[in-house]
């Protein structure tokens, strides 16, 4: 069997075709390829912004919900030794509400060098009245709103009327 010159010119046009066809192809698949790559190296970018953009929201939204806890912190701390004197007019404006007599207030600032930026204020109370205002006044200065740590209680009956408390408590004064 021997070509016709036209079905030889047939028979390389349709080489010529299918060549072309198949270099169309890989240089398709490697741009789709390289489209490919670039889609996941943006996918994972995108990822990230979102992951970013997530926690800072989160964060935003913690901050605002936390606002009135962080202020009542800000509130139990003495800002400086000066707020010491509104506490004490404080309880001394409360005994007499509660029918006590301050006996006794002494007022000592302490500071450690272990721990810069804070410093604490030792406060002794001696209070003098009836069994249950002497009580309820101690309840009261155990729940203080005031970062402080209570240091001693002693409650004592005087007579049958009369009880005398005293109380030491540690009140932060100053920190970072």
Known sequence: MTL???TKQYFVLALL??????LAALYLLVQIRGQGARLEANSIVINESSAQLEAT???????????EERAMLR???FKESSDSLDFLTQLETLAPQFDLELTEII?????????????????RF??????????????LLEVLPYHSRL???T???KSDEEWEGRLEVRVTVKTL
Do not use: C
């Open 126 to 139: 001696g209070y003098r009245g009836s069994k249950s205002a002497v009580f309820d006044f101690t309840k």
């Open 17 to 22: 075709v299918a060549a072309t066809a198949v």
């Open 57 to 67: 929201t989160r964060s935003k939204r913690l901050i605002d919900e936390t606002e």
């Open 107 to 123: 007022l000592e600032e302490i500071s450690n060098p272990a721990t810069p930026g804070k410093s604490e204020m030792l406060f």
């Open 4 to 6: 016709t010159p036209r």
């Open 75 to 77: 509130r139990s701390f």
């Open 155 to 157: 409650l004592e009956s």
């Open 151 to 153: 240091q001693s209680v």
